[in-house]
T-cell receptor, first 113, second 112 residues
Framework: NAGVTQTPKFQVLKTGQSMTLQCAQDMNHEYMSWYRQDPGMGLRLIHYSVGAGITDQGEVPNGYNVSRSTTEDFPLRLLSAAPSQTSVYFC????????????FGSGTRLTVV | SQKIEQNSEALNIQEGKTATLTCNYTNYSPAYLQWYRQDPGRGPVFLLLIRENEKEKRKERLKVTFDTTLKQSLFHITASQPADSATYLCAPHKDSNYQLIWGAGTKLIIKP
């Protein structure tokens, strides 16, 4: 099925560990974004990409890295996990142009202890 | 700073009635506004997009209005059903090369 695939669905990390959240889409979308969602708050943009080889920071980029070597994949790396990074992470993609909504993955629930 | 406000309290509606959700924004002049539905444990799902020059947009039982003077969008679900129970998110944005700014969402509960 076409869509955005995120792995893993759940992850527990110890403080200081690093890991990569995977995101892949098969819709040939140019735009991809990573968000975090915390209780009582709106989705907050971490990093985004407008095409392969192009990435930029969002609202809350500290502690995270991204790369976009292909149109399909947009991994998010946590460099040194902290308890403040406990959250639900969503990857989303959309086609270029106005008037288009985002397609979201099912999310990764991350707990840092 | 830009602020998007949605009613943080859950909205309880009787089945068959019209549910109306509100999205207010301040310090911002979006050209577009999107609405999404989110079920527990799932990612948001895109529902509707309305442009600033469109006062109203409809899709099946859904209707969205966009009042740039009041800085407000209203989201209506007519003939509501228990399956409409979910959290609804609004996200205004400026242009086609946009990054969305998200409200925290309103939880809608439709009672049979």
């Amino acid at each position: 099925n076409a869509g955005v695939t995120q792995t893993p669905k759940f992850q527990v990390l110890k403080t200081g560990q690093s890991m990569t959240l995977q995101c892949a889409q098969d819709m040939n979308h140019e735009y991809m974004s990573w968000y975090r969602q915390d209780p009582g708050m709106g989705l907050r943009l971490i990093h985004y990409s407008v095409g392969a080889g192009i990435t930029d920071q969002g609202e809350v980029p500290n502690g995270y890295n991204v790369s976009r070597s292909t149109t399909e994949d947009f991994p998010l790396r946590l460099l040194s996990a902290a308890p403040s990074q406990t959250s639900v992470y969503f990857c989303a993609s959309r086609a270029a142009g106005g008037g288009v909504g985002y397609t979201f993955g099912s999310g990764t629930r991350l707990t840092v202890v | 700073s830009q602020k998007i406000e949605q009613n943080s309290e859950a909205l309880n509606i009787q089945e068959g009635k019209t549910a109306t959700l509100t999205c207010n924004y301040t310090n911002y002049s979006p050209a577009y506004l999107q609405w999404y539905r989110q079920d527990p444990g799932r990612g948001p799902v895109f529902l509707l997009l309305i442009r600033e020059n469109e006062k109203e947009k409809r899709k099946e039982r859904l209707k969205v209005t966009f009042d740039t003077t009041l800085k407000q969008s209203l989201f209506h679900i007519t003939a509501s059903q228990p399956a409409d129970s979910a959290t609804y998110l609004c996200a205004p944005h400026k242009d086609s090369n946009y990054q969305l700014i998200w409200g925290a969402g309103t939880k809608l509960i439709i009672k049979p």
